[in-house]
Nanobody, 126 residues
Framework: QVQVAESGGGLVQAGGSLTLSCAAS????????MTWFRQAPGKEREFVAG????????TYADSVKGRFTVSRDNSNHRAYLRMNILKPEDTAVYYC???????????????????WGQGTQVTVSS
């Protein structure tokens, strides 16, 4: 059974930094995409950043380019999201998702992802 768990969320002031972690278990291979989404109250879930198997071509939403960095460690099935220069509009529940059917192409549509974590809250105060 595949499980995904996020950690590292919290309350931070605008301009600050946080690093989120995603741990996947129950997978015996690393040929999958790991992606971060977020959902703010009253809004749809949106793509944040994704990383293919070997991290060769990461993809970012325009709103976080230059501020967020996604990475992964295939040896322990983990992904990370380093968030710098945080803004109040970054406040949301952040989810880690796995696309087990692809290993090189990051897709931004939530529907293609088959495994999701419970989410971790990030709150940025002004």
């Amino acid at each position: 059974q595949v499980q995904v768990a996020e950690s590292g969320g919290g309350l931070v002031q605008a301009g600050g930094s946080l690093t989120l972690s995603c741990a996947a278990s129950g997978l015996t291979y690393s040929s999958y995409i790991m992606t971060w989404f977020r959902q703010a109250p009253g809004k749809e879930r949106e793509f944040v950043a994704g990383i293919p198997r070997y991290g060769q071509s990461t993809t970012y939403a325009d709103s976080v380019k230059g501020r967020f960095t996604v990475s992964r460690d295939n040896s322990n099935h983990r992904a990370y999201l380093r968030m710098n220069i945080l803004k109040p509009e970054d406040t949301a529940v952040y989810y880690c998702a796995i696309d087990s059917r692809r290993s090189t192409m990051v897709l931004t549509t939530p529907a293609v992802y088959d495994y999701w974590g419970q989410g971790t809250q990030v709150t940025v105060s002004s």
